[in-house]
């Protein structure tokens, strides 16, 4: 359990940030890409941006490959993944039990 | 890996909790066809119109406070309600079945993606 949540917290960590979200989605957009690739549309340097995503392959979200000299980075697919589904769709089934709920009990009194 | 949501109602946590524990109330907000032996022990089989069907066991019960039950593929929801100024807080945690942390740790991050 313990090493879960540093897991989880190191998540929130590595997305704490709009710089490294945009990253997040910047390589999403691109399917793979490289720090060179996104610094070059980014006022930053190429150095920054990889210890971004390094921090964020730490953290799961993005996966690396050796390319020649440099690293690329990809999206892992979680959004296929069952968790993701899980938590989607019991989310939005207690947004709207809860909303009969109280519509329910409003009805009562 | 856990859903958590919270509401507040103008009604009393006695009233709130009958909602919780009459399978007629039940049935206005939780599942369409309610069977439920409110009681520590008791079982519950809940029933929705797309034809879904789940069971579970009271695991726990504290009149008006909380109720606990644990669904037959394994996870977990915990009602709590606690007495506020404007009514009562509603506060529902969902636990899952067990994924694996790494799903779980992607799962979190991609949904706090979506908010963001």
Do not use: C, N
Not at chain 1, 74 to 100: C, H, I, K, N, Q
Request: glycine share 8%; net charge negative; charged share 30%.
């Amino acid at each position: 359990m313990d090493s879960a949540r540093s897991g989880v917290d190191q998540v929130f960590a590595a997305l704490g940030d709009a710089g490294r979200r945009s990253l997040v989605e910047a390589v999403a957009t691109r399917g793979t890409a490289t720090a060179t690739e996104l610094a070059a549309g980014l006022p930053v340097t190429r150095q920054a941006v990889a210890k971004q995503l390094s921090t964020l392959a730490d953290a799961g979200l993005l996966r690396a490959k050796r390319a020649g000299r440099e690293t690329r980075y990809e999206v892992t697919p979680a959004p296929l993944e069952d968790a993701v589904e899980w938590m989607v769709s019991v989310g939005a089934a207690w947004d709207e039990r809860l909303a009969a709920l109280r519509r329910s009990l409003a009805k009562k009194t | 890996m856990e859903v958590e949501r919270e509401i507040v109602v103008p009604e009393e946590p006695g009233e709130v909790w009958e909602s919780l524990t009459d399978p007629e109330r039940l049935e206005e907000w939780f599942a369409s066809d309610v069977e439920l032996d409110a009681r520590p022990g008791g079982e519950g089989v809940f029933r929705w119109g797309d034809g879904d069907e789940r069971r579970a066991v009271v695991r726990e019960l504290e009149e008006a406070e909380r109720l606990v039950l644990d669904w037959d593929d394994g996870g977990t929801v915990a009602i709590e309600l606690e007495p506020v100024v404007d009514g009562t807080r509603v506060h529902v945690v969902e636990s899952s079945p067990d994924f694996a942390p790494a799903f779980e740790m992607r799962a979190l991050a991609w949904t706090a993606l979506a908010a963001a």
